[in-house]
């Protein structure tokens, strides 16, 4: 089981990107050390960060802002700097085929 912050955090920004601008994020930049949490989580046969990369570009860099989800338009959310929206009816974790 990975570090369950860093594995909220992410769910919770990409859910929030979803709910502001009606549709996934294509890119998601977060420090190096989330990349090697998401690895080392096994989801049904696959790493998390597979997971991830099958929907996404997954981007670790550890110069700030360091969690942040963004689209090929332009649009992006930083974690901590968004507000807290409502679900989208299709969680993260369902899009990308994950289980906690």
Do not use: C
Request: glycine share 8%.
């Amino acid at each position: 089981m990975p570090n369950g912050g860093a594995r909220d955090r992410v769910f919770v920004l990409m859910d929030s990107f979803y709910a502001r601008y009606g549709h996934w994020p294509t890119q998601l930049r977060v420090p190096s050390r989330y990349v090697q949490i998401f690895e080392q989580w096994d989801v049904g046969g696959a790493s998390a960060a597979d997971r991830l990369r099958a929907k996404l570009r997954l981007v670790a860099d550890d110069k700030p802002p360091q969690l942040v989800v963004q689209d090929d338009d332009g649009a992006w959310l930083e974690y901590g700097k968004h507000d807290s929206l409502p679900l989208p009816g299709v969680s993260s974790w369902e899009w990308l085929g994950v289980k906690a």
